[in-house]
């Protein structure tokens, strides 16, 4: 079950750099994650209960992962949304003319 500790170990740490934000990391670290979940099930197949409850295990943790990052993918696109519609206010405000005050004297 080593290549099953190694998996949960790096399953972790994909988590905590989505966590962290540094998402490059954690598209780094999720393709190794793969490959020794890879290598971990050639070794071992699929017949015994425990591989299957592990298998179980990592689904749902990856289901919360992918979770996870649609969430903060959903919160920065709200965010640019907003920036480009304050910009976009901006440009309109700047383009209206300035008040001739000379009517007010």
Do not use: C
Not at 63 to 68: A, F, N, T, V, Y
Not at 76 to 92: D, H
Request: glycine share 10%; proline share 2%.
């Amino acid at each position: 079950m080593n290549g099953l500790r190694a998996v949960l170990e790096m399953t972790d740490r994909v988590q905590a750099a989505l966590a962290g934000g540094d998402w490059q990391a954690a598209r780094d670290l999720e393709v190794l994650r793969r490959g020794l979940l890879e290598q971990w099930l050639a070794q071992v197949g699929l017949a015994d209960a425990g591989v299957a409850a592990a298998i179980t295990d990592l689904e749902q943790r990856g289901r919360h992962m992918i979770g996870d990052v649609q969430h903060h993918r959903r919160r920065i696109l709200r965010e640019a949304q907003t920036v480009k519609a304050g910009r976009t206010a901006a440009a309109a405000y700047g383009a209206v003319p300035e008040p001739d005050d000379s009517a007010f004297s």
